[in-house]
């Protein structure tokens, strides 16, 4: 079994909540009350995600239901081990870790949607936002999309405000399993090590400035003082600084938590969020990352201006820029770091995602598929059901509900 | 390694204590690999006039084994009941026990075993049961960082001091390992593969907790075997000298393992095993808190 090969199924024997998703209704799995992903058969499914072997296991879980699978993903965010593995199992890739040229990049994704889909998901909006713009071609068979990230869904709110989202799009992001499972135990768990892993940092008493804290905010945050980080974060929501505050982080503006910060994270999924001002105020030797993030979170454009010139490569995935005599060390090209430097998610937290974004899938193709143009909210109960099942997977029981709390809530 | 100045104590401490010429033209050999941390020792070391041998070195860090007769001066780094073998022959300094490198081990054996674990797996530790075998300074380290991200710790301890410690640090204890843990971190002690749980991942954090085993490479870094996902065949992810932990902890190790060396060199310890003075602690210890941070680092490189 090639490298590849090997890693999707260690991802497979451990990605228990897609596996009860994907089984008929009969199952013994508790949770598992659906009739599986019968809806999907013969549909043809794009897959835009981060190429590692969760999305791999999605590709192949989808094909078994009977689905024609396509997989796309961008350069920065494919393995290609696993591309080959996955191609090598039948499915058709548009993904290439050296295709990062723009016309490479494109041709790649409009390899995708020439596969003439009738369901997409989607990561960051990329191919949606493809179709709209120049492919409204792929709208003629296109019947209803997913979207997977924060990032994502927020763009495709914009559009779906202005009347000008021609399909059905699922916001699985907007789910609570995804909230909890994924945004922030997930990402912030495996942002953290990224960054450890690439620059060999002991995170005991350092000092980490952490911009945003929305769920990627919080689980960075969270995984960083419980590996022995003070945390200062900064917001600019006055709510989330509260929690921030009594969550027994610090609090406070980026430019002054940067002065002392020996390793800066920004987690806002907004563009420009670590100006220059921001870099100027980093001590020698800071490391910067971007956990989740949108393309130019951290300006490096007017850092590579600044800098006057290429930086210094230190190690894989760490460069160093000379900016006022000090040295700045950018994790990943300022890229999502565990995507880019590491292998993304944790299983676990990739299994509830792709269940969820499997019954996205289902549901568009099946109840879901009278859904009028816009952006949706995952269906509650099939959210719920991802959550019953990863409890299950756990050994976890919930407490029965009683008839005086049925009664209790239904009267409400 | 931290890729800006992996190793400011070696290379400012260390460096400057042995500038007095204790070392000029001595024969010291290092034990264990050569690469990260200890290629700096190794430098530092020869650049202060000391010989780098492999054969009848005079002075030596260990661990080395009794054969190495001839030897005028070991530094330890476990503990002094390990040194105790080679007291009778020479003077031993046992870092094992001193306070700054239970405090790396406090440190850092945590952060690096789960980080280890994590980047192997790609796992989440989040709502794991989790199994740390022995509860010393790196079993309480690990059981912190496990339980920190989310896991449930199970310690497995039957020495009632370090049951203790662990009870009252919040954890499940219990003297021997039950069925239910998916993940085992053997620690301070040791466990035979058969006792432990069918299809649980399993690390060693020391040397010599686990029996090499053979099986089938699920992973890179992890072999399955016996119905069990063993994190590098059973090799050890730590050892007592430093290896696996942060550059800037093994720092903190190797420039203690330095500086006892030094008193060796220096002619004045008896035959026995001796601790480094207290004074000498304090000097590693205020050296590492000034260069703790990226900040600290700034003002004199400015």
Same mark, same amino acid.
């Given at each position: 079994m090639s490298g590849g090969a090997a890693r999707i199924a260690w991802a497979r024997a451990r990605m228990p909540v897609l596996a009860a998703v994907a /089984?008929?209704?009969?199952?013994?799995?508790?949770?598992?009350?659906?009739?599986?992903? /019968?809806?999907?058969?013969?549909r043809r499914i794009a897959i835009s995600l981060p190429l590692d072997p969760t999305t791999a296991v999605l590709a192949l879980t989808l094909r078994d239901a009977g689905a024609q699978v396509a997989v796309h993903a961008p350069a920065a965010e494919t393995d290609d081990a696993v591309a080959d593995a996955l191609a090598h199992a039948g499915i058709a890739v548009f993904a290439?870790?050296?295709?990062?040229a723009p016309a490479a990049a494109v041709a790649l994704l409009d390899g995708l949607l020439d596969t003439r889909p009738d369901l997409l998901v989607d990561d960051g909006a990329h191919a949606l936002r493809r179709v709209h713009d120049v492919?409204?071609?792929?709208?003629?068979?296109?019947r209803g999309g997913s979207e997977q990230t924060t990032s994502g869904v927020r763009p495709l709110r914009e559009l779906a405000a202005a009347g000008e989202l021609a399909i059905p799009v699922l916001?699985?992001?907007?789910a609570r399993t995804k909230r909890i499972a994924?945004?922030?135990?997930g990402t912030g768990q495996s942002c953290v090590a990224a960054v450890l892993d690439v /620059?060999?940092?002991?995170?005991?008493g350092k000092a980490v400035a952490v911009a945003g804290y929305g769920p990627v905010g919080r689980g960075v945050a969270r995984h960083a003082a419980a590996l022995g980080a003070r945390v200062t974060v900064s917001e600019i929501d006055p709510h989330r600084a509260l929690e921030a505050l009594l969550d027994g982080h610090a609090v406070a503006p980026l430019a002054r938590a940067a002065q002392t910060a020996d390793l800066l994270f920004s987690a806002?999924?907004?563009?420009?969020?670590?100006r220059l001002d921001v870099l100027r105020a980093l001590p020698d030797g800071a490391l910067v990352a971007v956990a989740g993030g949108v393309a130019g979170e951290v300006d490096v454009g007017a850092l590579r201006a600044a800098a006057g010139g290429s930086p210094q490569p230190l190690a894989r995935d760490l460069d160093a820029y000379r900016l006022d005599g000090r040295r700045l060390l950018l994790v990943a090209g300022g890229e999502c770091v565990n995507v880019a430097a590491a292998e993304g998610n944790p299983i676990e937290a990739m299994d509830c995602s792709l269940a969820l974004q499997a019954l996205a899938l289902a549901h568009l193709a099946g109840?879901?598929?009278?859904?009028?143009?816009g952006l949706h909210p995952l269906p509650a109960e099939l959210d719920a059901r991802v959550a019953r099942l990863r409890l299950a997977a756990a050994g976890a029981e919930l407490e029965p509900r009683s008839a005086t709390e049925r009664m209790a809530r239904d009267w409400r | 390694m931290d890729p800006i100045d992996p190793c400011p104590l070696l290379d400012g401490l260390l460096r400057e204590t042995l500038a007095?010429?204790?070392?000029?033209?001595r024969r010291v050999a290092l034990a264990g690999?050569?690469?990260?941390p200890r290629a700096t020792l190794a430098a530092v070391l020869a650049d202060a006039g000391a010989e780098l041998v492999e054969?009848?070195?005079?002075l030596a860090i260990g661990p080395?084994?009794?054969?190495?007769?001839?030897?005028?001066g070991l530094v330890e780094p476990g503990t002094v009941m390990g040194a105790v073998a080679h007291a009778l022959d020479a003077p031993v300094v046992a870092i094992g026990c001193s306070p700054v490198a239970r405090l790396v081990f406090s440190a850092a054996a945590g952060p690096a075993v789960v980080q280890a674990l994590l980047r192997l797996t790609?796992?989440? *530790?989040?709502g794991r049961c989790v199994a740390v075998l022995g509860y010393g300074d790196v079993g309480a380290s690990v059981a912190r960082s496990v339980r920190a991200l989310g896991g449930h710790v199970h310690v497995v301890e039957e020495e009632p001091l370090c049951a203790l410690a662990a009870a009252l640090d919040g954890h499940r204890v219990s003297e021997e390992l039950g069925p239910d843990a998916e993940i085992v971190i053997a620690c301070e002690r040791a466990a035979a593969?058969?006792?432990?749980?069918?299809?649980a991942l399993v690390a060693s954090?020391?040397?010599?907790r686990l029996p090499p085993v053979l099986g089938v490479v699920a992973r890179d870094g992890i072999v399955h075997a016996a119905g069990r996902d063993v994190l590098g065949g059973g090799?050890? *992810?730590?050892?007592?000298?430093?290896?696996? *932990?942060?550059p800037e902890a093994a720092d903190a190790l190797l420039t203690l393992q330095g500086m006892a060396l030094h008193r060796l060199a220096s002619g004045e310890l008896e035959t026995g095993v001796h601790r480094l003075p207290h004074e000498l602690e304090e000097s590693v210890a205020q050296a590492w808190l000034e260069r703790r941070t990226a900040g600290a680092r700034t003002s004199e490189r400015l």
């Open positions: /089984s008929p209704g009969g199952s013994a799995a508790p949770g598992a009350d659906g009739d599986g992903l /019968s809806t999907l058969a013969d290439r870790s050296d295709a990062t492919r409204r071609d792929v709208l003629a068979t296109l916001a699985v992001d907007d994924d945004n922030g135990h /620059s060999g940092i002991l995170l005991g806002t999924g907004i563009a420009r969020t670590v109840d879901g598929a009278g859904l009028a143009p | 007095d010429g204790a070392l000029a033209g690999e050569l690469d990260g054969e009848r070195p005079e080395f084994a009794r054969e190495q007769y001839g030897l005028r790609n796992l989440s *530790l989040a593969i058969a006792e432990l749980p069918a299809g954090a020391l040397p010599g090799s050890a *992810l730590l050892s007592p000298a430093g290896d696996g *932990l942060a």
